[in-house]
């Protein structure tokens, strides 16, 4: 039974793919022992995978057992090598948004707002002082919820001929989206 690693295997060819290939240097390894090996004649490598192009006949099990004591990341599970993956990514990524705050880049409309204080009129209105809820519903449920009143607000204005209304609605919402997708921009 071929390893977790390998998704295919065919004359001539065979397809690795493991979240441990991610890593430049885990890879590198790999594909620097795979290309010394006796029959195979090409390695191509993806961003988490391995494409060997072999010679027919070619043991490809054997190929297998080495390249597990070379690189025994292979052998753990993928989910666990993925969760460990994305968490240094993570830790990477928060090191330099620390470091870029550090330095005063990278401020954006999301951040000057998330160290506002609420005003003494709005108090009532924040429930408690860390679970970041409005009137009982999340933050970014009460922002959504606010862009698309301030968006039917204007269309309703701009159709009953409010003029200044639909301007100061069409402003807010704009504003609002702005913020919506400054905050989501990652994921656009």
């Not at 690693?5 to 390894?29: C, F, I, N, Q, S």
Request: with cysteine.
């Amino acid at each position: 039974m071929p390893s977790s690693y390998v998704v295919h295997v065919m004359e001539g060819r065979a397809r690795l793919r493991h979240p441990a290939l991610a890593d430049t240097k885990v890879r590198g390894a790999a594909q620097a022992l795979l290309q010394g090996e006796t029959g195979v004649s090409e390695v191509r490598s993806g961003s988490e995978s391995l494409l060997l192009l072999m010679a027919p006949g070619t043991d490809f099990a054997a190929i297998c057992k080495r390249l597990e004591k070379k690189v025994p990341a292979l052998l753990k599970p993928k989910a666990e090598v993925a969760a460990v993956h994305r968490a240094e990514k993570r830790s990477q990524f928060a090191a330099k948004q620390a470091a870029r705050k550090g330095k005063g880049q990278g401020i954006g409309f999301g951040d000057m707002l998330g160290d506002m204080q609420v005003p003494a009129f709005l108090q009532p209105l924040v429930s408690g002082t860390g679970n970041g809820k409005i009137m009982g519903i999340s933050q970014r449920k009460f922002a959504v919820r606010a862009m698309f009143g301030a968006g039917s607000l204007c269309l309703l204005t701009g159709l009953a001929g409010g003029k200044s209304l639909h301007v100061a609605a069409g402003l807010a919402w704009a504003a609002l989206a702005s913020r919506h997708v400054w905050v989501r921009r990652k994921a656009l």
